[in-house]
C-alpha cells in the first residue's frame, strides 16, 4: 500500500473517532462540548425537596445529588430558556413531556438531595453520575437508564432494587453496589459493577452482562440469557 494512502486512512480513522467521541458527549450532555462555556448560561427552579422522581415521556435528563432541590436548565445565551413544568404531590415529583424541550445544546439535571430513594421512569432516559445513596429503588418502563462514575473515587450504594419492563436498558458503569435486586421483563441490563450479592430473575427475552459478582441468585426463563465475566 502506498505511503499516501496509509496517511489517508489514518486521517479518515482520526477524524471518525473524533466525531464519535463528540456524539458521546452530546449523548450525556446534550450539548457539544466545544469549549464555548460563554456561550451558554443556567437557569434555577428551586423546588421542595422529594423522595420519589416520577419521569415521563422525556429523554436526555441527569440526577444530581446536591444539599438542596432544584431544577437546572443549561442553554445557549441567545435562546429563550426552556420552561420546566412540575408537579409534588406527597413525596413525588412528577415531570414529564420534556422531549419536546429536547433540542441541540441544551441539558437538564435535576438536583436532589439525599432523601431520594426511588426513581421511576415510562418512556424517559435518564443518567445519574456518581450514585451515593444508601438505597435506590428503579422502576423502569419503556426506558433507559445508565449510571456513570465521574470521578477517581468509585461510588457506593449499598442496596438497589430494579425492575425494568418492555423493552428497558439499564447500563450501570464502575459502581459499587453491596447487594442488588434485579427483575427483567424483556429488557436488558449491562452492569459492569462490583457487587456483594445479586439476586432477581429475567423473564421474556431478557438479558443481563455482569463484570463480577461475589455471590449470585439469578432465575431465567428460556428466553433469556445471563452472562457473567467474573
Known sequence: MKTSKIIFISLLSTIALIILAALADLRITGKRNDGRSDDFKTSKQMIPSFKVLSLTNSNNVQIVQNDSSFIEVTYLKDSVAPDVKYTIKSDTLFISDLKKLNRRNVSISIN???????????????????????????????????????????????????????????????????????????????????????????????????????????????????????
Open 112 to 230: 436532589s438531595t439525599d432523601l431520594l430513594s426511588r426513581i421511576q421512569l415510562k418512556d424517559s432516559d435518564f443518567g445519574i453520575d456518581n450514585l451515593n445513596f444508601k438505597t435506590m429503588s428503579f422502576d423502569l418502563d419503556k426506558s433507559s437508564i445508565w449510571l456513570n462514575q465521574n470521578g477517581k473515587v468509585k461510588s457506593s450504594v449499598n442496596v438497589v432494587n430494579l425492575i425494568a419492563r418492555n423493552h428497558s436498558n439499564v447500563d450501570f458503569n464502575d459502581f459499587n453496589i453491596d447487594s442488588l435486586g434485579i427483575v427483567l421483563y424483556n429488557s436488558h441490563a449491562n452492569l459492569m459493577i462490583t457487587a456483594n450479592k445479586i439476586n432477581g430473575s429475567l423473564s421474556d427475552s431478557s438479558r443481563v452482562f455482569i463484570r463480577q459478582v461475589g455471590e449470585i441468585a439469578l432465575k431465567k426463563d428460556a428466553t433469556s440469557n445471563i452472562n457473567i465475566n467474573d
